[in-house]
């Protein structure tokens, strides 16, 4: 049986290639979309580019009443989940200056970026327990480590941008205390940097392609029973907090 995989924010993007790649490797896809529409044409990409085994789930990551609506829905599909990759994600606005940063700014992208995924995983985690090789991705960024943003020689160093920066390091304690809490079980959860990807996101100034990116999400999806558990990682490897 295929294993089971749901991505949200998953209709473009880097979402949208880590689904690609995931059926690729013979999972089976659903995609996240908090539009319909949008998810159901990125089905129908995908299906365009031979792949089958690919469903659009309708889910709008900070409507509560729609992460439960869209439990219940995955539930009466399949009855276990074996993947959950909180990949949906706001970059907020500019500038975000400590100093200046404005407590609707900060509200927003905490609600999309953190809070979102605390709800998601915890919807889904009744789905999650029935797999025997349970993974959960938590799509973070670089930009959430307070180890790079102390090292002046790190290259991104100038980039501070205050709400997304700190909603990407309460994402990873997240993940910390996640994977603490089923630390003695075969859930494996980790915080996974794509990099500095050519995205909507960043108006395609990164230097990674979106390939690039999703191959390190689809990483850590797939890995295996003695593979890590509660860690950061990029393409490079494990990365500081």
């Not at 031979?50 to 599909?77: M, P, Q």
């Not at 999650?128 to 960024?141: G, M």
Request: with cysteine; charged share 25%.
């Amino acid at each position: 049986m295929k294993k089971t995989v749901l991505i949200t924010g998953a209709n473009k993007s880097l979402g949208f290639e880590t689904a690609r790649q995931l059926l690729q490797s013979d999972y089976k896809v659903f995609i996240g979309s908090r539009d319909r529409e949008r998810g159901e044409k990125a089905v129908a990409d995908l299906k365009a580019q031979g792949f089958d085994d690919v469903e659009v789930l309708e889910l709008e990551v900070t409507d509560d009443n729609s992460i439960r609506k869209a439990k219940a829905d995955l539930e009466s599909r399949i009855g276990t989940l074996d993947v959950l990759i909180n990949n949906a994600g706001i970059p907020g606005t500019y500038p975000q200056h400590a100093s200046e940063v404005t407590q609707e700014n900060l509200k927003n992208v905490f609600e999309t970026n953190f809070f979102a995924p605390i709800n998601v995983t915890q919807a889904f985690l009744p789905l999650l327990r029935k797999s025997t090789a349970p993974r959960v991705v938590n799509v973070s960024s670089d930009l959430g480590s307070l180890d790079n943003h102390s090292d002046p020689n790190w290259r991104h160093y100038d980039v501070k941008l205050t709400a997304y920066c700190a909603s990407k390091t309460a994402l990873n304690a997240f993940t910390v205390m996640l994977a603490y809490e089923f630390k003695d079980t075969d859930f494996k959860i980790n915080s996974v940097n794509p990099g500095y990807t050519a995205t909507d996101f960043n108006n395609h100034t990164g230097y990674k392609t979106v390939e690039e990116g999703a191959s390190v999400i689809a990483k850590y999806a797939m890995i295996g029973n003695d593979g890590p558990t509660g860690k950061f990682f990029s393409e490079e490897g494990e990365t500081g907090w």
